[in-house]
């Protein structure tokens, strides 16, 4: 199993076939080429078509990705997904059957008013794209040991989750009416490994603990080997990154890839208590299994 970032929030660097070291240019977002058993599969387009010349750059053709999968219905996921379509012709996108163009960022401001900033998925490419993409719902397997894991009631109710979006100012528009997010458009990207389960859940807005307790209970004989992705902590206290990284201690999973949305202080936080088992992400990191 093989993982390249080909966008995250901190730049890289490739060598070229002559030898030289080519920038990689980063940008607030994700994207993650995956290939596994054979498969190639793409997590997320990032926020623009940068991720497009990354790839091309690190030597990738996108046009033999054979499926993608987007983790959470928000532009810096999303709004590169116009680009891979112009370059790979028939995958097919995997989204959450709960995503939909209507998430927004709320922010209060002089205490009597509210802004409500869209912060969704480009408007009007679910219809237009509607041939290329496939909503799932529950566990799904889409290619052979590579599963979509949503989140389950069981381990945080829909309501604690909608606690967690209204206290980073994440709602969803409906019917005309702001609720806080719940996050009923994430999922999680997972793949079955001789070394155990390798989960992939871009931005954890869930809570990436409570992720990793998802995936337990949809697959309670396996062992969790690995967690990617970003983890929502770059506004986060100390004192909360201190406690959330000692959760993620005692789940025990051996490996933590982390970037994006966790910030430089949280990881620092997470390094301090993971040790060696967490790795700072950046665009055009090499992950192999």
């Not at 528009?173 to 458009?185: I, L």
């Not at 390094?271 to 060696?276: A, F, R, T």
Request: glycine share 8%; with cysteine.
């Amino acid at each position: 199993m093989k993982v390249q970032i080909l966008i995250d929030n901190i730049e890289g660097e490739v060598c070229n076939c002559e030898g030289s070291k080519v920038k990689l240019c980063p940008e607030w977002g994700l994207a993650a080429h995956i290939d596994f058993n054979g498969h190639k599969i793409l997590l997320d387009t990032g926020a623009s078509a940068q991720f497009t010349k990354n790839a091309d750059a690190m030597g990738m053709n996108l046009s033999e990705v054979e499926c993608g999968v987007l983790s959470h219905a928000h532009f810096d996921h999303a709004d590169g997904l116009e680009a891979f379509f112009k370059v790979n012709s028939c995958a097919k996108f995997y989204l959450r059957e709960g995503a939909s163009e209507n998430c927004y960022s709320t922010r209060k401001f002089l205490k009597f008013f509210t802004r409500h900033k869209y912060i969704g998925i480009h408007r009007g490419w679910l219809e237009q794209y509607k041939e290329r993409l496939a909503f799932a719902e529950g566990v799904v397997e889409i290619l052979p040991n590579v599963f979509l894991v949503g989140h389950s009631d069981s381990v945080l109710s829909a309501a604690g989750r909608a606690a967690i979006g209204k206290s980073v100012g994440q709602f969803v528009k409906e019917n005309g009416k702001y609720r806080p997010d719940s996050y009923d458009h994430e999922q999680s990207l997972v793949f079955n490994t001789p070394k155990g389960l390798f989960i992939m859940n871009s931005c954890s807005h869930g809570g990436a603990d409570n992720i990793i307790k998802e995936v337990q209970q949809a697959f309670p004989s396996k062992n969790i080997y690995a967690m990617l992705g970003g983890f929502h902590l770059f506004k986060s206290p100390d004192e909360k990154v201190r406690a959330f990284a000692q959760r993620l201690y005692e789940l025990n999973v051996q490996k933590i890839y982390t970037g994006h949305c966790t910030g430089t202080r949280a990881f620092e936080i997470l390094k301090d208590v993971l040790g060696d088992r967490a790795e700072q992400m950046h665009t055009g990191m090499e992950i192999e299994i």
